[in-house]
């Protein structure tokens, strides 16, 4: 990414596999240190018993069964200078990673037995047995050296082989074909190939305003919108401590959700809505009731 003609897949890859270990995140984190400009690294354990998790929360995995995988981006400073003067460049890198989870998950089911969506931000859920479930989540940290990037650490989580699982949560066997298997050794590789493929193409948003980068943002977002869950269907939310009833419209470049919410009366507001947080999807919880 050094340059236009650079591609993500060109550069220097450092791979590393650990037996167990807390969390690949903070394993990405200290190679980050002493990597060097322009280098990537990706990092797989067999047990990983600390992972981080979106607010704060720990996302734990069986040992020898689930996916927890990492990648380590030294950013050139020549390409984060000039990414730096793009608008919504880095939501637009979350989209694009966020894809190549859900590309990888619904490319490793049986996708005529399950769906594959996204829900906002970028949680990968399943449809299991006509349940919505969290199957992957992915957590993306930056180091920000004045009002550039200066690293970032990509933490993708995948239940592959668990069958032990909380009702909200499924994995791919547990969604998939009975008999089905899954290699993780071998989902580990089509998510490398997905994500690399994914910063790529989204090198062409971090590039000056051409026709190029204009195409792709906006197939990104479609792509990105047509993924969601629970997209232009009305359900029952939690926002900001109040019970509501409403639909997901779209995320914009920003990264923000459009909401529309219905009232008693029958009438329709949209409220576009920048922090997840305050937003609790109960209909979700309410599948197991």
Aim: overall charge neutral.
């Amino acid at each position: 990414m050094a340059s236009k003609g650079t591609k993500a897949m060109d550069l220097q890859i450092h791979r590393q596999h650990f037996e167990h270990c807390a969390s690949t995140n903070e394993k990405a984190n200290d190679w980050l240190k002493k990597s060097a400009p322009g280098n990537i690294g990706v990092f797989t354990t067999n047990h990983q018993y600390a992972g981080k998790g979106q607010r704060g929360t720990r996302w734990d995995q069986a040992k020898g069964l689930d996916l927890a995988w990492s990648m380590g981006l030294n950013w050139p400073r020549s390409f984060t200078s000039i990414a730096a003067q793009q608008a919504n460049v880095w939501f637009a890198f979350n989209k694009a990673i966020t894809l190549a989870a859900h590309q990888t998950v619904q490319d490793a089911l049986d996708t005529t037995l399950s769906e594959v969506r996204i829900k906002w931000p970028n949680d990968i859920y399943i449809s299991s047995q006509n349940l919505w479930k969290k199957c992957g989540g992915i957590l993306i940290e930056n180091t920000w050296q004045g009002s550039e990037i200066e690293s970032t650490v990509i933490g993708i989580g995948i239940n592959a082989l668990s069958t032990e699982l909380p009702a909200s949560r499924t994995s791919i066997v547990g969604a998939s074909a009975p008999g089905a298997r899954i290699d993780l050794q071998v989902l580990a590789q089509a998510l490398e190939v997905n994500v690399l493929k994914a910063l790529n193409g989204w090198q062409k948003s971090a590039l000056p305003t051409t026709d190029a980068s204009t195409a792709y943002l906006n197939e990104l977002n479609r792509t990105f919108d047509a993924a969601l869950l629970a997209k232009n269907t009305w359900k029952s939310y939690q926002w900001k401590g109040v019970e509501k009833v409403g639909r997901i419209h779209a995320v914009d470049a920003a990264g923000r959700c459009a909401m529309e919410w219905q009232s008693l009366t029958g009438s329709i507001r949209t409220e576009t809505i920048e922090n997840n947080k305050q937003l609790e999807w109960s209909w979700i919880a309410e599948q197991f009731d």
